[in-house]
């Protein structure tokens, strides 16, 4: 392996620009929920209020992205992406402008619900352009941790930036600036056809070097990447990560507030994402020989024994410091995630498979965001930590339960990385 492997994958002709682009096209993931959460409630005074209209945004996203990705692994990535970048850009602007103005709530949710549904997953579209550029296991495994690695440090700027913005400009301020830039930056990765991976249908021959080491080839599936065994189970872990990321925005915002600095709160969960980029750019440049599945599960219960470290929180300080701590566990926790997607479904099933991850993902934050703002107008913002905590714990039981069936590998699928 190179000295640093790292350049070694982003000097492949166009990978550091496509993973550019996706960069700027999937910030609005980190913006858009705690944009729209500061937005609503400083509009409409209530916490529960925006984090149903968030919650709104992010179903609609997880309902509707896995068949979007499907559409993309059948017809290409610009074809379908396209005009769902023009639908999403008039969802979230008008939600904007509708909050601005004081509309019902109703009226928020039919706007969350088309920008949320019509967006993408950008992290999950890069990621199979990686995995069409490298066909060798070792070197995907550092271009998915690099892309995991991205991941986090969107989750760095977003928030900060998002925060920023709504507390000192203006409350719609960081959903306008999230639009303005993911949709600038998925234009970019959009016109970058050279690196679009091609459209491989159900019925394409399984390349040899996917098989290498594998049992005899087993016709491809043609169902929905959902239905692959082991699939259901990884998607409920990542419901768990979700509740998890969700929860603690929320209650970081309204702990934030009640220590009268809601101006820091984007800071403090910016130190979450920091320590999440730093473990998983050092996860992602060793060549590990364990299981994938046993890695996973290992990383999953470092994950919840770092968040039970809320309990200790007293100040902003000891939050940044606990959220830093609790964020190591989370990009290795991605980078093993994605990883098995691709040894649970068949190549043309990629984008899909990787889309009901991040969307499982989003349903989870969507679930700890509501059950967080319901928690904290009830009892404050350590109540939401409660729930943050319980996300947790609950993606490490999962993810011990699901560990026999995701030890199993199949034909089609990419080999162990």
Same mark, same amino acid.
Request: charged content about 10%; overall charge positive; proline content about 5%.
């Given at each position: 392996?190179?000295?640093?492997?790292?350049?070694?994958?982003?000097?492949?002709?166009?990978?550091?620009?496509?993973?550019?682009?996706?960069?700027?096209?999937?910030?609005?993931?980190?913006?858009?929920?705690?944009?729209?959460?500061?937005?609503?409630?400083?509009?409409?005074?209530?916490?529960?209020?925006?984090?149903?209209?968030?919650?709104?945004?992010?179903?609609?996203?997880?309902?509707?992205?896995?068949?979007?990705?499907?559409?993309?692994?059948?017809?290409?990535?610009?074809? =379908?992406?396209?005009?769902? #970048?023009? &639908?999403?850009?008039?969802?979230?602007? @008008? /939600? %904007? $402008? *509708?909050?601005?103005? !004081?509309?019902?709530?109703?009226?928020?949710?039919?706007?969350?619900?088309?920008?949320?549904?019509?967006?993408?997953?950008?992290?999950?579209?890069?990621?199979?352009?990686?995995?069409?550029?490298?066909?060798?296991?070792?070197?995907?495994?550092?271009?998915?941790?690099?892309?995991?690695?991205?991941?986090?440090?969107?989750?760095?700027?977003?928030? =900060?930036?998002?925060?920023? #913005?709504? &507390?000192?400009?203006?409350?719609?301020? @960081? /959903? %306008? $600036? *999230?639009?303005?830039? !993911?949709?600038?930056?998925?234009?970019?990765?959009?016109?970058?056809?050279?690196?679009?991976?091609?459209?491989?249908?159900?019925?394409?021959?399984?390349?040899?070097?996917?098989?290498?080491?594998?049992?005899?080839?087993?016709?491809?599936?043609?169902?929905?990447?959902?239905?692959?065994?082991?699939?259901?189970?990884?998607?409920?872990?990542?419901?768990?990560?979700?509740?998890?990321?969700?929860?603690?925005?929320?209650?970081?915002?309204?702990? %934030?507030?009640?220590?009268?600095?809601?101006?820091?709160?984007?800071?403090?969960?910016?130190?979450?994402?920091?320590?999440?980029?730093?473990?998983?750019?050092?996860?992602?440049?060793?060549?590990?020989?364990?299981?994938?599945?046993?890695?996973?599960?290992?990383?999953?219960?470092?994950?919840?024994?770092?968040?039970?470290?809320?309990?200790?929180?007293?100040?902003?300080?000891?939050?940044?410091?606990?959220?830093?701590?609790?964020?190591?566990?989370?990009?290795?926790?991605?980078?093993?995630?994605?990883?098995?997607?691709?040894?649970?479904?068949?190549?043309?099933?990629?984008?899909?498979?990787?889309?009901?991850?991040?969307?499982?993902?989003?349903?989870?934050?969507?679930?700890?965001?509501?059950?967080?703002?319901?928690?904290?107008?009830?009892?404050?913002?350590?109540?939401?930590?409660?729930?943050?905590?319980?996300?947790?714990?609950?993606?490490?039981?999962?993810?011990?339960?699901?560990?026999?069936?995701?030890?199993?590998?199949?034909?089609?699928?990419?080999?162990?990385?």
């Amino acid at each position: 392996m190179p000295r640093n492997p790292y350049l070694d994958v982003l000097r492949l002709p166009g990978a550091a620009t496509f993973s550019a682009a996706g960069f700027f096209a999937r910030l609005p993931m980190s913006m858009v929920g705690i944009s729209t959460v500061l937005m609503v409630q400083a509009l409409y005074g209530s916490y529960a209020t925006a984090g149903r209209v968030s919650a709104v945004l992010v179903v609609a996203q997880a309902v509707v992205a896995p068949q979007i990705a499907r559409l993309v692994d059948r017809a290409g990535q610009r074809r =379908v992406m396209v005009p769902m #970048l023009v &639908t999403t850009t008039a969802g979230l602007l @008008g /939600l %904007a $402008v *509708a909050a601005v103005l !004081g509309a019902p709530e109703w009226v928020l949710w039919v706007l969350a619900a088309v920008g949320g549904a019509s967006q993408g997953s950008y992290g999950s579209m890069s990621r199979a352009r990686w995995s069409h550029a490298v066909p060798e296991a070792g070197r995907l495994h550092t271009a998915y941790a690099w892309e995991s690695a991205l991941d986090e440090l969107v989750f760095v700027v977003g928030p =900060v930036l998002a925060t920023l #913005l709504a &507390t000192g400009v203006t409350s719609w301020a @960081g /959903l %306008a $600036v *999230a639009v303005g830039v !993911g949709g600038a930056g998925a234009a970019w990765f959009l016109s970058q056809r050279r690196t679009e991976p091609p459209v491989r249908s159900g019925s394409s021959p399984v390349p040899t070097a996917e098989l290498a080491g594998q049992p005899a080839a087993v016709a491809p599936p043609t169902g929905s990447a959902i239905r692959m065994p082991g699939m259901p189970l990884l998607a409920l872990v990542f419901v768990g990560m979700g509740v998890m990321f969700g929860s603690s925005d929320v209650a970081t915002v309204a702990f %934030a507030e009640e220590q009268g600095a809601k101006g820091q709160a984007g800071l403090v969960l910016g130190c979450f994402a920091l320590g999440s980029m730093l473990a998983g750019l050092g996860y992602g440049a060793r060549h590990w020989l364990s299981p994938l599945s046993r890695r996973f599960a290992i990383t999953a219960c470092a994950l919840a024994v770092g968040v039970t470290l809320f309990l200790l929180v007293e100040n902003l300080l000891v939050l940044a410091a606990v959220m830093f701590v609790a964020g190591i566990g989370i990009a290795p926790t991605l980078i093993n995630g994605n990883a098995l997607v691709q040894a649970l479904v068949a190549p043309h099933q990629l984008t899909e498979g990787l889309t009901w991850v991040g969307t499982s993902l989003g349903v989870g934050v969507s679930v700890g965001s509501w059950l967080a703002g319901v928690r904290i107008d009830a009892a404050g913002s350590h109540a939401g930590f409660f729930v943050t905590m319980a996300g947790g714990w609950a993606c490490a039981v999962l993810a011990l339960v699901a560990l026999p069936v995701l030890s199993k590998k199949r034909a089609y699928a990419a080999a162990d990385v």
